[in-house]
């Protein structure tokens, strides 16, 4: 079992940064590939990036590349995603994944293994 907390939402202006965190429990993190997706109102989760168990690979939905950094520290059993130049259109609510098998996270979500329960990140204009 594997459970994950995020934090680090909030309100920011655009243009800003927020540095969201995802904390995990269980002795097996570093086994996992973990990822981040997010959901707007009124819209379907979406992939915004993802990490292998390793930090070797990642993953970036288009409209986050060059915006977005994701990185983990396995002895720290967490996960971030590092938010720079925001948009309005980044608000939503933020959700930590993780899986064993990475694509599974970019490319089959409805079958990855564990969630958060999610931080808001809210972007005025």
């Known amino acids: 079992q594997v459970q994950l907390v995020e934090s680090g939402g909030g309100l920011v202006q655009a243009g800003g940064s927020l540095r969201l965190s995802c904390a995990a429990s269980?002795?097996?993190?570093?086994?996992?590939?973990m990822g981040w997706f997010r959901q707007a109102p009124g819209k379907e989760r979406e992939f915004v990036a993802a990490?292998?168990?390793?930090?070797?690979?990642?993953n970036y939905a288009d409209s986050v590349k060059g915006r977005f950094t994701i990185s983990r520290d396995n002895a720290k059993n967490t996960v971030y995603l590092q938010m720079n130049s925001l948009k309005p259109e980044d608000t939503a609510v933020y959700y930590c994944?993780?899986?064993?098998?990475?694509?599974?996270?970019?490319?089959?979500?409805?079958?990855?293994?564990?969630w958060g329960k999610g931080t808001l990140v809210t972007v005025s204009s």
């Open positions: 994944a993780a899986d064993p098998i990475l694509n599974i996270i970019v490319k089959r979500p409805s079958g990855v293994n564990y």
């Open positions: 269980g002795r097996t993190f570093s086994s996992y590939a």
């Open positions: 990490i292998s168990w390793s930090g070797d690979r990642t």
